[in-house]
Structures are given as C-alpha cells and as structure tokens.
C-alpha cells in the first residue's frame, strides 16, 4: 500500500518557476515507478513524467519536454517536479500516481496509487 501527499502548488507569473513534492508512505516506495499528471476542468488527467524505481530511466511528454524535470529521493520517499517556464496552459491541478512495472507508463489507467492534488496556476 502507498499513500502519496502533493505539495508546493501556487499561483506564478509566466516564465517562472515552482517545484511540486510528492511525499509517500509505505515500505515499497523504492520499488515502485513515480509519475506525475494534470488535469485542468473539462479535460482529462493527462501524463507529465515518469521516473523508474531507481531513478535512471524517465519520460516526459511532448508538451514539457525541455522545461520539466522528475526526479525522486527514495531515501526521502520522496518524488519532484521541477517546473521551469511555465506557460499559462500548464495551468491544472497536478496529481503524483504510484504504480509497479514501467510498461505503457504515460497511462494513468496502468497507477494504482493516487495522490489528492495539487493546484498550480500560470498567470499571463
């Protein structure tokens, strides 16, 4: 079993910067595959990046490639989102999903594990 905590949501400036926290319990943590998702209203969740287990592997979709960077501390339980040049469309709340083996990783429907949220806004 893993519960995920999202924090360091808010409100920025286009071009700037946030860094996003997902903090998780459970002994497995380490053994599992961390990805962070979006989803702003009327759409669907969709996927922003995966990291492996150990962290030597990660995907990022199209849309944040370059400006976006995963990483994880499993000596923390701990997964980031580093966030750079933030546009107004990655406006969203960003959720961090859990899940064993890296097959098809950018569907949220292969997570088993969901955190709650967190909202980031991007201001024009």
């Known amino acids: 079993q893993v519960q995920l905590v999202e924090s360091g949501g808010g409100l920025v400036q286009a071009g700037g910067s946030l860094r996003l926290s997902c903090a998780a319990s459970?002994?497995?943590?380490?053994?599992?595959?961390m990805a962070w998702f979006r989803q702003s209203p009327g759409k669907e969740r969709e996927f922003v990046a995966a990291i492996s287990w150990s962290g030597g592997s990660t995907y990022y979709a199209d849309s944040v490639k370059g400006r976006f960077t995963i990483s994880r501390d499993n000596a923390k339980n701990t997964v980031y989102l580093q966030m750079n040049s933030l546009k107004p469309e990655d406006t969203a709340v960003y959720h961090c999903?859990?899940?064993?083996?890296?097959?098809?990783?950018?569907?949220?429907?292969?997570?088993?594990?969901w955190g709650q949220g967190t909202q980031v806004t991007v201001s024009s």
């Open positions: 459970g002994r497995t943590f380490s053994r599992v595959v």
């Open positions: 999903a859990a899940r064993f083996g890296i097959t098809n990783y950018s569907r949220k429907s292969k997570y088993d594990y």
